[in-house]
């Protein structure tokens, strides 16, 4: 099983800063890509950033500029630099990773969620 821990959330005015983290544990062969997603309250989840386990990233459009994803492998960490935020930025924020088991003989790879931190920016 894999564990996906994030922290950081909170309340930020309009212009700031946040930062969030998410640490991934587990009998886990390897993490590949990880990633941030948000649900705003009546919206659907969508990606904010992602980040290879090469440290290839893509950002959504809404984010690119403001927003900087990175990784730390030896620690199995992505985090999620937030600068000039705004009030629609206000949602929760997920982490997502794709990862590698062992199952028996084989590799497989599977995928799984946070439990989610809230991020709130005011005007």
């Known amino acids: 099983q894999v564990q996906l821990v994030e922290s950081g959330g909170g309340l930020v005015q309009f212009g700031g800063s946040l930062r969030v983290s998410c640490a991934a544990s587990g009998s886990i062969f390897s993490f590949n890509t990880m990633g941030w997603y948000r649900q705003a309250p009546g919206k659907q989840r969508e990606l904010v950033a992602t980040i290879t386990s090469d440290g290839d990233t893509k950002y959504a459009d809404a984010v690119k500029g403001r927003f900087t994803i990175s990784r730390d492998n030896a620690k199995n960490t992505i985090y999620l630099q937030m600068n000039s935020l705004k009030p629609e930025d206000t949602a929760v924020y997920y982490c997502?990773?794709?990862?590698?088991?062992?199952?028996?003989?084989?590799?497989?790879?599977?995928?799984?969620w946070g439990r989610g931190t809230q991020v709130t920016v005011s005007s």
């Open positions: 997502n990773a794709e990862f590698t088991v062992v199952a028996g003989t084989q590799l497989q790879r599977r995928n799984g």
